[in-house]
């Protein structure tokens, strides 16, 4: 039966499976046009309070409250400005401020409508509102709908660094819909595949052969069939949830997803976060220097870390590191000092996701200081 008796959507659908917490991600054409059907049978109140940013408010925020409206639900809104700078203490207070004002209750539903940014600030307002209140992610980037839709962290950033502050509070339901993503810079779009390749890469090696086959029919937005990226979202969106699953709170096996992070991490850092290196272009450089230092080690053939970095490329990712930053020429000392501080560092010693091959990431404490060097010098000089 479709949606609403005269419309199919042809959708799939993966399931966080976290007891009681547990919860269910659609993925399809035109499900936010339709979002009022999917979110009904969820409200415990006929009140919904919507959290998004000025860029997606512009194409979505109307439609959105059009289907809730049609199916009975009260909404009201709050717009913040485009961009990582609103995951922020003064954004988050905003955020509260207007929920109070708009008098939402214990039972409205917050609506977390955009990418990543809004997502951890909507998720982080409503696990703190009235001691916490249930919340649902409309994700409109293809980084959001594969990695922070799913998992239930949520958090800003603080002066101290990025994501240092938040909680883990899952989402009652997940809508993802592709047609969002049409209206994404090619950029941005590019930046959320690489966390889609990241699970191929850390632990599906058919995964990755199937996206070395289709990627680029599935990022060929425009076309009027999406089997092919429903299919790259909701593969990644299982495998997240298969190792969230296992490790809610990150003690062990969710670590396997910071896969190209730490050289990321440390890249962002290098290079400012004023938008010359996205997130997702970071991790892929950074995954790339995972393999070379995993061929370095001995641990994969070089065979592998090139059919990484080739597939990478291909799809337009950038795959070595940039060779100047904001304060100058980029060396390999500077970035490994950004990674001492990382906050995967655990009693001193760094922990590295490194690979036996291609799906085959493992955690590693044991990264040689030479081993590390050589790979950045490597990757600084090609
Ligand atoms: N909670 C988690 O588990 C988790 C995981 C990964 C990343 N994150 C966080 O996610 C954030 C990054 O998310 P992001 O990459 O989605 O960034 P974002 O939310 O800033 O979105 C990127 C840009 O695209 C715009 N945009 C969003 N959807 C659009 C659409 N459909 N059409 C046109 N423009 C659109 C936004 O306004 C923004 O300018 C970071 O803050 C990161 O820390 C969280
Ligand atoms: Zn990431």
């Known amino acids: ?25 659609l993925i399809g054409r035109g499900l936010l046009a339709h979002a009022g059907h999917f979110i009904l049978p969820v409200l415990s109140q006929k009140r919904a309070f919507i959290v ?10 109307s439609p959105l409250a059009t289907t809730l409206s049609q199916s ?3 909404t009201d809104h709050v717009i913040v400005p485009a961009g990582e700078a609103s995951k922020d203490i003064n954004h ?3 955020v509260l401020d207007a929920m109070l004002a708009a008098k939402c209750e214990r039972k409205t539903m917050i609506v977390a409508l955009g990418g990543g940014v809004v997502g951890d600030l909507a998720g982080l307002a409503s696990s703190i509102l ?14 959001s709908q594969v990695d922070s839709s799913v998992g239930g962290k949520t958090g800003i950033n603080t002066s101290a660094g990025k994501n240092l502050v938040g909680s883990f509070h899952q989402p009652r339901l997940v809508l993802a819909d592709t047609e969002t993503l049409s209206t994404l810079p090619r950029r941005e779009l590019l930046a959320g595949y690489a966390e889609v390749a990241k699970y191929g890469l850390l632990g599906d090696a058919a995964l990755f052969a199937w996206l070395e086959a289709n990627a680029q029919t599935a990022l060929a937005l425009g076309t009027n069939d999406q089997t092919a990226l429903i299919h790259a979202i909701a593969t990644s969106c299982r495998a997240k949830a298969k190792i969230v699953a296992e490790d809610e709170k990150e003690s062990g096996a969710r670590a396997l997803l910071n896969l190209g992070h730490t050289f990321g991490h440390a890249l962002e850092a290098e290079m400012g976060y004023g938008g010359q290196l996205l997130h997702g272009e970071a991790v892929a450089i950074g995954m790339v220097l995972a393999f070379e230092l995993s061929a370095r080690m001995g641990l994969c053939s070089k065979d592998d870390a090139v059919r990484a970095k080739r597939h990478l490329a291909s799809i337009g990712l950038p795959v070595s590191p940039p060779k100047t930053g904001p304060r100058g020429k980029i060396t390999p000392e500077a970035l490994m000092a950004h990674m001492a501080q990382d906050k995967k560092v655990a009693d001193g010693k760094m922990t590295f996701v490194l690979a036996r091959g291609i799906g085959q990431a493992f955690l590693s404490r044991e990264v040689s200081e030479p081993a590390l060097r050589a790979t950045l010098a490597q990757a600084l000089a090609s």
């Open 1 to 25: 039966m479709s949606p609403d008796g005269h419309t199919s959507i042809a959708s799939t659908s993966v399931l966080v499976a976290l007891g009681e917490r547990s919860y269910e991600i």
């Open 52 to 61: 998004t940013d000025a860029n997606v408010a512009a194409t979505y925020l």
């Open 72 to 74: 009975g639900i009260k």
């Open 92 to 94: 988050l207070a905003q």
């Open 130 to 143: 009235l001691r916490g209140v249930d919340f649902i992610q409309i994700p409109t980037t293809l980084l």
